[in-house]
Antibody, heavy 118, light 112 residues
């Protein structure tokens, strides 16, 4: 069973960038995708997109296409989410999730709280 | 994008009583492969979501048989036969028929 461990909480200033990591243990990247889901305070879940690390294919939700980048390091089994030009509205918990099938997320990271504040 | 609409927003249930949650999609979630790409997740306070149901009605291994999913096309239901205290949380439906994946707004279930 693959477990995902994310980097710790971060406080960033507006206009800066942040990179969140998601490290897999107990398996390999094989052929599954890592998805990223955002949850603003007190709000619902929002799918940001996914990356297939073995073939470096990415899919982005249109809303996030301009300021978000997914990447992965196959050697360390770590996926990354980078968000640039941060705004206060980016304050949220960011989850990575392993995709068994499209939408079928069988393992989640613990979540990374990002606070964007001056 | 496919819009997912969940009702009600919240539900307060007496332990041991049933609960019914609705999810409607703006387009059919039936794929040409014959599968219906609708999933249900439960998010308990302070935790990431956990998968309960996939393909509209298939229960994930280890999930209580008190949970059942039904529906087709654009209308779906998650039923909890006898609500227990551990079922408290927010339930989300998710469509995976096409990208971008989209979640419903969630239904919060609590205990009376």
């Amino acid at each position: 069973q693959v477990q995902l461990v994310q980097s710790g909480a971060a406080v960033q200033k507006p206009g800066s960038s942040v990179k969140v990591s998601c490290k897999a243990s107990g398996g390999t990247f094989n052929s599954y995708a890592i998805n990223w889901v955002r949850q603003a305070p007190g709000q619902g879940l929002e799918w940001m997109g996914r990356i297939l690390p073995t073939i470096d294919v990415t899919n982005y939700a249109q809303k996030f296409q301009d300021r978000v980048t997914f990447s992965a390091d196959k050697s360390t089994l770590t996926a990354y989410l980078e968000v640039s030009s941060l705004r206060s509205e980016d304050t949220a918990v960011y989850y990575c999730a392993k995709e068994e099938l499209l939408g079928y997320f069988d393992s989640w990271g613990q979540g990374t709280l990002l606070i964007v504040s001056s | 994008d496919i819009v997912m609409t969940q009702t009600p927003l919240s539900l307060s249930v007496t332990p041991g009583q049933p609960a019914s949650l609705s999810c409607k999609s703006s387009q059919s979630l039936l794929h040409s492969d014959g599968k219906t790409y609708l999933l249900w997740y439960l998010q308990k306070a302070g935790q990431p979501p956990q998968l309960l149901i996939y393909e509209a009605s298939k229960r994930v291994s280890g999930v209580s048989d008190r949970f059942s999913g039904s529906g087709s096309g654009t209308d779906f239901t998650l039923e909890i036969s006898r609500v227990e205290a551990e079922d408290v949380g927010v339930y989300y439906c998710l469509q995976s028929r096409q990208l971008p994946l989209t979640f419903g707004g969630g239904t919060m279930v609590d205990i009376k």
